[in-house]
């Protein structure tokens, strides 16, 4: 089956924790997105990346870290920094020459 | 910079009622268009999109069509069901930045 896993479905972090969400595609996207999404909120593009071994900084990325270390896997740290964590974080992917993301079924993050 | 701009929801209608949620956008370009919807706890789904102006875009009874001339995006569907009930997000994409910008969400409560 072809799409974007999203580990865990929930997550809890205590304070002063960092923890890492999984974001994993087998569609052989490219490009891979990480987004916040708050209550009544529309979604915040934490980082990206295009290729692997490269990401940048989205709108909101302090607080949160990203590696691409693998073209199929996308991971976030959640560091301590980040003051207000609580959230559903949703990772998207999609293919180079094209515009349409795709989006995993995402993790709710909650402080402990 | 590009942004989207969606009604305030939620939208409330009885079964097989006309569903119109309007969405207008500025950009600096001729972005692609996008709806997504998302159901209680899950991530976002590609409803429809549309690349060029007067485009229409159509999926499970959805329309939307590219208005460059009123720079709108406004989603319809003739007769809702129960199972419509979900948050509706539109999106346009920045070419320059391969990024989807998105409105906040309406949200669509469709009772029997």
């Known amino acids: 089956d072809g799409g974007i896993t999203q580990s865990p479905k929930y997550l809890f972090r205590k304070e002063g924790q960092n923890v890492t969400l999984s974001c994993e595609q087998n569609?052989?996207?490219?490009?891979m997105y990480w987004y916040r999404q708050d209550p009544g909120q529309g979604l915040r593009l934490i980082y990206y990346?295009?290729?692997?071994?490269?990401?940048q900084k989205g709108d909101i990325a302090e607080g949160y870290s990203v590696s691409r270390e693998k073209k199929e896997s996308f991971p976030l740290t959640v560091t301590s920094a980040q003051k207000n964590p609580t959230a559903f974080y949703l990772c998207?992917?999609?293919?180079?020459?094209?515009?349409?993301?795709?989006f995993g079924p995402g993790t709710r993050l909650l402080v402990l | 910079g590009d942004s989207v701009t969606q009604m305030e929801g939620p939208v409330t209608l009885s079964e097989e009622a006309f569903l119109t949620i309007n969405c207008t956008y500025t950009?600096?370009?001729?972005?692609?268009l996008f709806w997504y919807v998302q159901y209680p706890g899950e991530g976002l789904q590609l409803l429809l999109k549309?690349?060029?102006?007067?485009d229409k875009g159509s999926n499970k009874g959805f329309e939307a069509t590219y208005r460059k001339e009123t720079t709108s995006f406004h989603l319809e569907k003739g007769s809702v069901q129960v199972s419509d009930s979900a948050v509706y997000f539109c999106?346009?994409?920045?070419?320059?930045?391969?990024?989807?910008?998105f409105g906040t969400g309406t949200r669509l409560q469709v009772f029997p």
């Open positions: 998207a992917s999609r293919l180079a020459l094209q515009e349409t993301q795709y």
């Open positions: 569609l052989n996207h490219d490009a």
């Open positions: 990346s295009q290729i692997v071994n490269d990401f």
């Open positions: 950009a600096t370009g001729y972005p692609s």
């Open positions: 549309a690349t060029k102006a007067d």
């Open positions: 999106a346009l994409s920045d070419r320059s930045t391969d990024k989807l910008i």
